[in-house]
Nanobody, 122 residues
Framework: VQLQASGGGLVQAGDSLRISCAAS????????MGWFRQAPGKEREFVAC???????EYADSVKGRFTISRDITKKTVFLQMDSLKPEDTAVYSC?????????????????WGQGTQVTVSS
């Protein structure tokens, strides 16, 4: 398995949650790691990404509430989600891209994890 997401769950609005993505050696060395989410009936959307040089990029909808980070020794990327809202409910997937420049397009990501469900109740 190249990417394995975990840590999702059911929380209340305003709560925090941290989800993780464990990567293989090969995928963790790719230039950019990203998080995407897909809500029922909606297209998959970009959430955040982090480059090998630790540059980060966020969707406007999560900026200031979510933080992406990584642990090189554990080959793991994290998404800390604070002040969660019901509209954050989705399946969150991690992905790896060879592109620089903080890619937001799904087609620029070569490897995908299976996703973890995050549900925020009001």
């Amino acid at each position: 398995v190249q990417l394995q997401a975990s840590g999702g769950g059911l929380v209340q609005a305003g709560d925090s949650l941290r989800i993780s993505c464990a990567a293989s050696e090969r995928t963790f060395k790719m230039h950019t790691m990203g998080w995407f989410r897909q809500a029922p009936g909606k297209e998959r959307e970009f959430v955040a990404c982090i480059s090998w040089s630790s540059l980060t990029e966020y969707a406007d909808s999560v900026k200031g509430r979510f933080t992406i980070s990584r642990d090189i020794t554990k080959k793991t990327v994290f998404l800390q989600m604070d002040s969660l809202k019901p509209e954050d409910t989705a399946v969150y997937s991690c992905a790896a891209s060879p592109y620089m420049g903080s890619p937001r397009e799904t087609q620029k990501y070569d490897y995908w994890g299976q996703g973890t469900q995050v549900t925020v109740s009001s």
